[in-house]
Nanobody
Framework: HVRLVESWGGLVQAGGSLRLTCEAS????????VAWFRQPPGKERSFLAG????????HLSDSVKDQFTISKSNPGNTVNLQMNSLKPENTAVYYC????????????????????WGQGTQVAVSS
């Protein structure tokens, strides 16, 4: 079993930055890919970024590729999401997810593909 814990969400003013952390524990050797999703109030969960657990190759959604970066600690079991130039529309609960098989687009975008989820961390951006 894999446990994921997100940290470092919070309240930030528009234009500010946050760096979210996803810490994996347990059977981390079973992880193939880790991704970040977000779910704004009243909306569906959507893919933001993913990274291969072993090689660090990153994939970013077109909606955030100029604003966010994803990285994996090496060595270590942490995946970070650096978010810059935040806007009020970035307000959401941000989730970390992991899957045990190699996946590529478009499957990478589908929440149901992922085996493990964190509890989420709230990000609120004020105008």
């Amino acid at each position: 079993h894999v446990r994921l814990v997100e940290s470092w969400g919070g309240l930030v003013q528009a234009g500010g930055s946050l760096r979210l952390t996803c810490e994996a524990s347990g059977l981390t050797g079973a992880i193939s890919c880790v991704a970040w999703f977000r779910q704004p109030p009243g909306k569906e969960r959507s893919f933001l970024a993913g990274v291969n657990w072993s090689g660090g190759r990153a994939h970013l959604s077109d909606s955030v590729k100029d604003q966010f970066t994803i990285s994996k600690s090496n060595p270590g079991n942490t995946v970070n999401l650096q978010m810059n130039s935040l806007k009020p529309e970035n307000t959401a609960v941000y989730y970390c997810a992991a899957v045990g098989i190699h996946i590529s687009s478009p499957l990478r975008l589908v929440p149901e593909i992922y085996d493990y989820w964190g509890q989420g961390t709230q990000v609120a951006v004020s105008s």
